[in-house]
């Protein structure tokens, strides 16, 4: 019987996250494979790739599970299933990271090299944050939020759940974004955000349909 580790989605995610797994779990006991609905391949990177079934079913002391999927209605239906299954989160965090005080972070963040949190900050559930972004003091943000490479997220601000960050987007202080919300790569929010609402530019402005 060993402890069981999966990264849940073995495409680009995955992939940039199993390196920070691998090293964080070290020399410790265990094994450490992909999980992939409809696995491309029987290895990837060094690792196997393993169905759910198969995760589910083989003999452990314990199952952990990244969930490593940029889709964050994907990331919360998988969430469900695991939780379900009795399958515990397990974050991941870049030995570079800055986390300063009073920062609560929810279950099965993701946080990739060079992410800074700075103080005073609530995060929901499964944040994934990308290269380089980072969240300023007194942030409040909710479950399954992404951020692209190299988001600014300015203090005060509140995000929904579920909202989309694109790389380089710049969050002015106070902002609020509602939940489901994608910002544009390289948008400048001024204004707040409703809720499901699509916003690119600098400022930002909602998305016009043709």
């Not at 849940?8 to 992909?34: D, N, T």
């Not at 952990?64 to 209605?73: E, G, I, K, P, W």
Request: proline content about 4%.
């Amino acid at each position: 019987m060993t402890r069981l580790v999966g990264v849940y989605g073995a495409s680009g995610c995955g992939r940039g996250i199993m390196p920070l797994l691998r090293a964080e779990l070290g020399g410790s006991e265990g094994q450490l494979v992909f999980i992939d609905d409809a696995p491309q391949a029987d290895r990837v990177n060094g690792h196997e790739v393993w169905s759910f079934d198969r995760f589910l079913g083989a003999p452990a002391t314990s199952r952990h599970a990244a969930l490593a999927v940029a889709n964050s209605r994907v990331r919360e239906t998988l969430d469900r299933r695991c939780t379900e299954a009795g399958i515990a989160l397990i974050g991941a965090r870049a030995a570079n990271i800055v986390i300063m005080d009073e920062v609560e972070i929810g279950a099965g963040a993701l946080l990739s090299p060079f992410v800074t949190l700075t103080s005073n900050i609530r995060i929901g559930r499964c944040f994934h944050a990308n290269l380089y972004s980072y969240v300023e003091h007194d942030c409040v943000i909710g479950d399954y939020v992404t951020f692209a490479p190299g988001v600014h997220c300015n203090g005060n601000a509140t995000i929904g759940d579920h909202a989309y960050v694109g790389s380089g987007a710049i969050i002015r202080q106070g902002m609020r974004i509602g939940a489901g919300a994608t910002i544009g790569m390289g948008a400048v929010i001024t204004k707040d955000v409703p809720e499901g609402v699509t916003v690119v530019g600098n400022p930002a402005r909602p998305m016009e349909m043709r």
